[in-house]
């Protein structure tokens, strides 16, 4: 069977991209094995060919970085055991103490804590910046800025980012744009189509989509995921191949089920932004969103996240909460189930309510992964939790 080639559509790439050269041969599995080995036999007398867990390059993880690649449109992938590990790893291979990263400040609690406080420890200098001032891009370069972070969309306001400014700025610095794309996925958005040279995923999301692993990629040219693999060996954040086996199990149907989460949660949304009970509805779908012209521009799909916040502020959110009964309370997003989670007691948690209003998230902030389930089941769900 010849290679898959990366012109072929998102949806073929999700089902058989890097599939290994023996696929598809009389007798071949349809199911890729998984390798439950941490160890492989090697050639005495050469280091080349070395296979070992830790590495990163045994059979059920080269499947998945291959294909990852070709969805993502990068030269290389690396799978890792987290996305915090891969959003570790991947700044740290761009990173040295005495070096400069410049931060949007719209962007998940854990990635906000690794750079204000671990960052810091390492000696690397960090700066937040309002992503929508476009001067202050430029205004916090300095002469040891190595690399420029952003989220989009933005976990969990729902922002969408648009690149083309910061992607110039970091062109004609010769500095790094790193983005992390999670909410969107590649069905949704590819970073590297819009200037970026690093994507971080969490593969725990989108991704897997059936809440069942935890891990994380980065994406990126040859030379830079040599570097990142290295950084992935020696602080111990490789993936576990059942975790990965389960991974390439699941981006077998991460356009159909993307494609039917785009669907649902623009339904849901519309449905809120109807109802009288929600203050505000953040979805980028909605003619109303701020960055409604930027997402279409940009995005593929307006995708499965939303948020909502209700009229009567926290303490009516926290007796909707408790009255829904389809959607559970979780701190993941992304699969097969409708999940809400509230950021003030979990990914935002370490921050003060004035920190986390002063960056769209108000106490009573409620963030919606919608799911696969019939969206009028899901509307149901939360006309009686209003009653």
């Not at 291979?93 to 609690?109: E, F, K, M, T, V």
């Not at 950084?231 to 159909?256: H, N, S, Y």
Request: net charge negative; glycine share 10%; with cysteine.
């Amino acid at each position: 069977m010849p290679p898959i080639p990366r012109t072929a559509g998102l949806s073929t790439l999700a089902l058989h991209g890097g599939a290994d050269e023996g696929a598809g041969a009389p007798g071949s599995p349809i199911v890729p094995p998984l390798f439950q080995s941490v160890n492989y036999v090697q050639q005495i007398g050469q280091e080349e060919g070395l296979k070992y867990g830790r590495y990163g390059n045994t059979p059920n993880l080269e499947l998945v970085q291959r294909r990852l690649a070709m969805l993502e449109g990068s030269e290389d992938a690396l799978i890792l055991s987290s996305g915090m590990g891969a959003t570790a790893c991947g700044l740290l291979a761009l990173l040295r103490p005495g070096d400069h990263i410049l931060s949007s400040s719209w962007i998940y609690g854990g990635t906000r804590r690794l750079l204000t406080e671990e960052f810091a420890g390492l000696g690397i200098e960090v700066t937040l910046v309002d992503p929508m001032d476009m001067r202050a891009w430029r205004r916090n370069i300095r002469t040891r800025t190595r690399a420029i972070f952003v989220e989009t969309p933005v976990n969990p306001t729902c922002r969408v980012l648009d690149l083309r400014t910061v992607s110039q700025i970091s062109s004609e610095q010769g500095i790094a744009l790193v983005v992390d794309s999670t909410f969107a996925s590649p069905i949704n958005f590819r970073p590297l189509e819009h200037g970026a040279d690093v994507v971080i995923q969490s593969a725990t999301k989108y991704l897997n989509g059936h809440h069942d692993i935890l891990g994380g990629a980065v994406m990126g040219t040859a030379s830079y995921i040599d570097e990142v693999r290295q950084k992935m060996i020696l602080w111990g954040q490789a993936a576990d191949p059942f975790a990965c086996w389960l991974l390439e199990r699941g981006m077998k149907t991460l356009a159909v089920r993307v494609e039917r989460q785009n669907a649902n949660a623009l339904r849901l949304a519309e449905w809120c932004a109807e109802h009288s009970a929600f203050a505000r509805v953040h979805y980028p779908g909605l003619p109303g969103h701020p960055d409604h012209a930027v997402a279409k521009e940009t995005l593929d799909g307006f995708g499965g996240m939303m948020a909502i916040e209700l009229t009567g502020g926290a303490e009516a959110t926290d007796r909707f909460v408790r009255r829904l009964t389809l959607v559970k309370h979780a701190a993941s997003l992304g699969g097969v189930d409708s999940l809400f989670s509230e950021p003030r007691y979990s990914s935002h948690a370490h921050m003060s309510s004035e920190e986390r209003a002063a960056i769209g998230i108000p106490d009573g902030f409620l963030r919606v992964s919608v799911g696969l389930e019939n969206v009028e089941d899901l509307i149901a769900d939360f006309e009686r939790a209003l009653d």
